[in-house]
């Protein structure tokens, strides 16, 4: 595996994996304009600082979560992922090769191109049907 952190992470919490995160992306700095890019770096980064805070109310919605964890698989860190697999009780999965990620989705657009095709085909099919001229 190419990641530079497979081995399995020993974090508390989710709130530990978080800050950890946060730190190896680079720190609040980074990490709270990216998140809430409305809010002066200054700001966005006291922000994070008090939500990776045990001590603080304030925390990441689910998104935000979401979104962190996609930083960290952009930069190559997937400790959060290894660690929300082991804690969820799932085998550990490698992270998917972008170039497969892309192909997987163009196999997906154009089966959804062939499936809005066949169903405008029936949709028309049917709008021409002679029973449903019988019908009027």
Partial sequence: MTSRDA???LYENTLDMLADLVHQLGGPKKVGPALR???PVDDAAKWVRDCVNRERRERFD???VVHVLRLARAA???SGKFWLDAELGYQQGAPMNPRDELADLQRKFIAAVHLS???AEKI???ARSPLQAVGK
Wanted: glycine share 0%; no cysteine; aromatic share 0%.
């Fill in 124 to 126: 028309e099919r049917l």
């Fill in 62 to 64: 689910p998104e935000q």
């Fill in 37 to 39: 890019p409305s809010l």
């Fill in 7 to 9: 081995s399995l992470p």
């Fill in 76 to 78: 190559d860190l997937h």
């Fill in 117 to 119: 095709h066949d169903v």
